[in-house]
Structure formats: structure tokens, C-alpha cells
């Protein structure tokens, strides 16, 4: 599984922005996704995750309510809406599959893309 996340940009804090990563091979409900992100030097963490099916899904404490994760099983697509963006979720976005239900956990996660970057002006 080949993964390429895109839509990243330059925002002002309060805007959006929608993520997308695309699936080189039919990823549909056999894999979980996940969206992690990676500021500069700090550790990647756990920004949201959807199951195979997409009925099933968890958030960060620090987006819940702000980002909405989704999929497209057809489209072999997942997406990130991000609204109210802050400064702090300036980071380096990441798209991952796992053959789990899914997961909050880097390590549970096979499949990454490379990356599409998010900044956030105050």
C-alpha cells in the first residue's frame, strides 16, 4: 500500500483546510486509517483514526471538535477537515494504514505517506 497525502498549506489561525491521502491499491474497509502529525522537534502524535468501514472513528483530545476525519472506501480515500485551525496544529501531516480495526498508536501502523505540511499563522 502506497500512500500520498496532500493539502497542506499556509493558513491564518481560524481558517480550514482539508487533507486528502490517496491509496495506491484498494485499501476499502481492510485497512484502518490514521492521520498523524509531527512538529518540528517534537515527537509524532495522534491526530485521528477510521475504521475499515468508516462507522468507527477517534480523535486527539486537542482536535476533537475541530477535525473531522472521513473515507472514501470507492475513491480509496481518507480525509482530514480541519477547521478552526490554530497555530499550535503547525505541523508536518501524515496519512497511515493499518491492518487493525485501527489505532491511536504510531507503532500499529504499517503504511505511511510523506508528509504534507500544515502552517498555521497567529
Known amino acids: 500500500v502506497q500512500l500520498q497525502a496532500s493539502g497542506g498549506g499556509l493558513v491564518q489561525a481560524g481558517g480550514s483546510l482539508r487533507l486528502s491521502c490517496s491509496a495506491s491499491s484498494r485499501t476499502s474497509s481492510s485497512y484502518g486509517m490514521g492521520w498523524f502529525r509531527q512538529a518540528p522537534g517534537k515527537e509524532r502524535e495522534f491526530v485521528a483514526a477510521?475504521?475499515?468501514?468508516?462507522?468507527?472513528?477517534s480523535y486527539a483530545d486537542s482536535v476533537r471538535g475541530r477535525f473531522t476525519i472521513s473515507r472514501d472506501n470507492a475513491e480509496n480515500r481518507v480525509y482530514l477537515q480541519m477547521n478552526s485551525l490554530k497555530p499550535e496544529d503547525t505541523a508536518v501531516y501524515y496519512c497511515?494504514?493499518?491492518?487493525?480495526?485501527?489505532?491511536?498508536?504510531?507503532?500499529?501502523?504499517?503504511?505511511w505517506g510523506q508528509g504534507t505540511l500544515v502552517t498555521v499563522s497567529s
Open positions: 477510521i475504521s475499515g468501514s468508516g462507522r468507527s472513528t
Open positions: 497511515a494504514a493499518t491492518s487493525s480495526y485501527y489505532s491511536i498508536h504510531t507503532g500499529s501502523y504499517a503504511y
